[in-house]
């Protein structure tokens, strides 16, 4: 059972992975504000896609905002048309330059992140993850209550949502979002954290990343209030029908 620092690293550390930066760029003018994006694709245990979460955090007006992506996200492919899962089925982590090309940003890191890996994180703190639910899903009730790491990874994985295009998506930003409003706090000692993080992410990261956004980290911890990141879903329409069905997403 992973221990609670094991996943909010993964969580407040993510931005290590942006292989562009330069190791004096490990002190930074937080004043003066930077911003920062970062992709999550989040899997099953069959490596299916189940969403995209992406994080983007800003130290100039010190917030942090998780948007979900569905999993149908319809991307450009060659000379036709494809969906996110599809690219993450055969292409894995490298399907996030085709979610970069459909939303128009640049991530700094795109990491791949298991529904287990959260159900892991849960278990670990003891005390669950405070988090309304919209509607039923399965056994659990609509409204604001505690999940535990069984009830997280149901969420995650239910697929049935009354918003069927996007409900799903936003359930993974919420749980995300949660997540950092609740672990990306002063308490937390960062390197120590960054310590545990290979242990839980899929993908490898170094030292040296880590260096590099010390201090964002630490300015927007020292200015969560509980808060500090919202979540959301972009606007978008739906197009196709039956296993074509995809999301578009609106400009």
């Known amino acids: 059972m992973l221990s609670v620092l ?86 894995g982590v490298a399907a996030g330059q085709y979610l970069s090309a459909a939303t128009g940003e640049a991530y700094d890191a795109v990491l791949r992140l298991s529904v287990s890996a959260v159900a892991a994180f849960v278990a670990g703190s003891g005390n669950g993850i405070s988090y309304r639910l919209p509607e039923e899903v399965g056994i659990l009730p609509q409204g604001e209550q505690t999940l535990t790491s069984l009830q997280i990874a149901d969420v995650l994985r239910y697929n049935a949502w009354m918003q069927s295009l996007t409900g799903r998506a936003e359930a993974h930003a919420g749980i995300i979002a949660a997540i950092i409003n609740r672990h990306l706090t002063p308490h937390r000692e960062l390197s120590e954290l960054f310590n545990r993080f290979a242990i839980l992410c899929d993908d490898h990261v170094t030292i040296s990343q880590f260096a590099a956004v010390r201090d964002e980290l630490t300015a927007l911890a020292a200015a969560n209030n509980g808060a500090i990141c919202r979540a959301c879903v972009p606007e978008g329409r739906a197009v196709g029908y039956g296993e074509d069905r995809r999301f578009v997403i609106i400009a």
């Open 6 to 91: 094991v996943f909010s690293a993964a969580i407040v550390l993510p931005w290590l992975l942006g292989g562009t930066v330069e190791p004096e760029s490990s002190t930074v003018d937080v004043g003066q504000g930077k911003q920062r994006s970062l992709l999550l694709l989040i899997h099953d245990t069959d490596n299916t896609l189940t969403a995209a979460v992406a994080v983007h955090t800003d130290t100039r007006t010190l917030s942090v905002k998780a948007v979900g992506y569905p999993s149908h996200t319809e991307v450009s492919y060659q000379a036709g048309l494809s969906t996110l899962a599809r690219r993450y089925a055969e292409e």
